[in-house]
């Protein structure tokens, strides 16, 4: 079972950026042959897909909706993943979460998701 816990939300003006962070753990656990990725839950929907990661080999999978604001990436040394989020926006205030599976395939669901952290809220608002 991976341990997740993410960071580096908070507050922003529209038009800002913000960089999440997820770390897995315990420290040195090979996260080989995960899918990492990130979801959003906004009050009164449903969780939503952001971005996902495979992380042998790196190859990474981003909402359409979100393409070109949002960017998936992973430092291996540090079992660490990001989300950079720029031109934010009232309609990404959420709560964000870290989520991982086995498996090679970057599911958009929520349910194969087997471990997931706490989540780091998100506020968007001028």
């Known amino acids: 079972q991976v341990q997740l816990l993410e960071s580096g939300g908070g507050s922003v003006q529209p038009g800002g950026s913000l960089r999440l962070s997820c770390v897995g753990s315990?420290?040195?656990?090979?996260?080989?042959?995960?899918?990492l990725a990130w979801f959003r839950q906004a009050p009164g929907k449903e969780r939503e897909f952001v971005a996902g990661i495979r992380w042998t080999g790196g190859s990474t999978t981003v909402s359409d909706s979100l393409k070109g604001r949002f960017t998936i990436s992973r430092n291996s040394a540090e079992n660490t993943i990001y989300l950079q989020m720029n031109s934010l926006n009232p309609e990404d205030t959420a709560l964000y979460y870290c989520?991982?599976?086995?498996?090679?395939?970057?599911?958009?669901?929520?349910?194969?998701?087997?471990?997931w952290g706490p989540g780091t809220q998100v506020t968007v608002s001028s």
């Open positions: 315990p420290s040195g656990y090979t996260l080989s042959g995960y899918i």
């Open positions: 989520a991982a599976k086995r498996g090679v395939a970057i599911l958009t669901t929520s349910s194969p998701y087997s471990d």
